[in-house]
């Protein structure tokens, strides 16, 4: 493996971590004993960092793990300007080619619930949806994060698409004729959903720059009853969300409808305000239970209508719409207009009496390396959070769930594929119990690894060790590589492993994943690797 080493302690800790799992059954001494020692620790200052890898909502498989397919990111939202690499350089937008990316919020700021940091990840990437991720760090230290992309050409269960089609524009990005885009039908929803744009329109992005080019419009719709599952709704169902006052609170949705309304042009920049109204329509299912009747819905009820604002984080209510129909299928039309693009819900949001808001501390017994934990209201998923072996303790902020409906969180390891279930606790009335203890059991055959790495310029006096410290520790599996925990001043425990196999280690170094496969046959492992002189002579 070829690599261009760093002049900065902080890009070579990197380094290091791939050279421990090159080299993983040696360790030497090479410290000449008469002379002083110097030890750097924490040789990365940030406090705050996320990796994120970008999921195939049908498959499960992590995109462009094997197929090289670039995702494009911007991040959104009041405190992008707190977002940076982990070389600590401001960060707005970035690629990445294997479906895996690091950053971290600047260090002089430390996140809390009172003071969280709030961003939103817009990724893109040619024959997926455009998707909007919403992240709120109310801690410091490290998190995992999994999001789902829906392929246009393979949707998930429950989840239509329509063909991509061309947008014809003008050179300052006015459609030069009608547009008109309608999901297919599926096998798995009889439901659709349709965007029409008139002649003459300009479109423009979130900054009012008009968008030109090759553009090209897709719509994505899921019926209510598929939302968390497909991966339509990646801020789950306790959401923010803003009322017709324009007062901002925290709500528990009860879906109909979800539909992606995207035009993007050849470089990934993407559309959100119109000059002119364009008409857009989705369907609600037969069977939809309207909670204001609590019968099933007909010709004449009112649905309200909410749009996703990435800058807020908050289902934004717009319009309220009629119920037409039924047509062939037995579902009901919601026709409305709009003068911008994003994501749609047709359902209702209730606060206030009916739902509590709290934090839920979940304390989690047993060992693991890396987990997904999904939150379930009568059996709906309504929040999913993914976390590595460094967290025995997990604070769920501001879950807003229905008072008197039972909830189960359940625990699945990420170190299979497809992830398998090691744990679960339910309770009857969440609004009642906040403080819960999830005991996990991974299998009787899995150990914990304990590993001890040190980078040494041996010929400096004093001799230099450096212990890094902050990095992410990836495990691939066949579904894409798995976040399994962080090195503390160069020491990290691998929980969960099953010894006499062989694992694909990885860490992430300037933008590309770095991996090596070695067989782990012991508990314990200390690496000592001798940095060459020519990164050496650059330590101060």
Known sequence: MKMNFSKKIKFVSAIVIVAFFAVIYTSCDITNPTKNIAVIFNTLSLNTTASVNFIDAATNQQIGANTQQAINISFTGPDTDKIVTLREESLSTTS????????????????????????????????????????????????????????????????????????????????????????????????????????????????????????TATVTYSSGQNITSSGAMSS????????????????????????????????????????????????????????????????????????????????????????????????????FTATHLSNWLAGWINSGGQVCTQNITLNI???????????????????????????????????????????????????????????????????????????????????????????????????LKIKPNGYDIFVRTSCGDVNVGTLNNGKITLKGFILNTTYTFGVIYRGEMYSDSHLVDQTNYVFDYNLSADVCKDFK
């Open 236 to 335: 789950g169902l306790s959401v923010s969300f803003i009322d017709s006052s324009k007062s901002q609170s925290q709500g528990y949705i009860q879906p109909a409808s979800v539909a992606s309304f995207t035009i993007t042009n050849q470089n990934g920049q993407v559309v959100h305000q119109l000059s002119q109204p364009v008409q857009l329509s989705l369907s609600v299912p037969n069977g939809t239970i309207n909670p204001t009747t609590n019968a099933t819905i007909k010709n004449g009820d009112i649905v309200p209508i909410y749009s996703y604002d990435e800058t807020s984080q908050a289902w934004q209510f717009e319009t309220k719409s009629t119920a037409s129909g039924p047509d062939a299928n037995g579902n009901f039309t919601l026709a």
């Open 365 to 463: 017994v047993g060992d693991f390396s890396a987990l997904m934990l999904k939150l379930k209201v009568s059996g709906t998923t309504v929040l999913t959070q993914n976390i590595s072996s460094n967290q025995t303790q997990f604070v769920f902020n501001n879950v807003t769930v229905p008072k008197g409906l039972p909830v189960t969180i359940e625990a699945y390891s990420l170190l299979e594929c497809p992830a398998t279930l090691v744990g679960s606790v339910s309770v009857s009335d969440l609004c009642s119990q906040n403080n819960i203890t999830l005991n996990v059991n991974p299998g009787n055959d899995r150990s914990d690894i304990n590993v001890d790495v040190t980078a040494i310029c041996a010929d400096r006096d004093p001799v």
């Open 96 to 215: 990445t080619n294997f479906g895996v990316i690091s950053f971290g919020v600047r260090p002089d700021i430390t996140p809390t619930p009172q003071n969280p940091v709030k961003v939103t990840l817009v990724a893109s990437s040619n024959g997926y949806v455009t998707t909007s991720y919403p992240i709120i760090f109310q801690s410091t230290g490290s998190r995992s994060i999994s999001i789902s992309m829906i392929s246009v050409s393979n949707p998930p269960q429950g989840t239509t698409t329509s063909t991509p089609t061309s947008v014809p524009t003008s050179n300052n990005g006015t459609t030069s004729s009608t547009v008109n885009v309608q999901t297919q039908s599926s096998s798995s929803t009889s439901g659709n959903a349709s965007l029409s744009i008139p002649s003459g329109t300009t479109l423009s992005d979130a900054n009012g720059n008009p968008v030109t080019g090759t553009l």
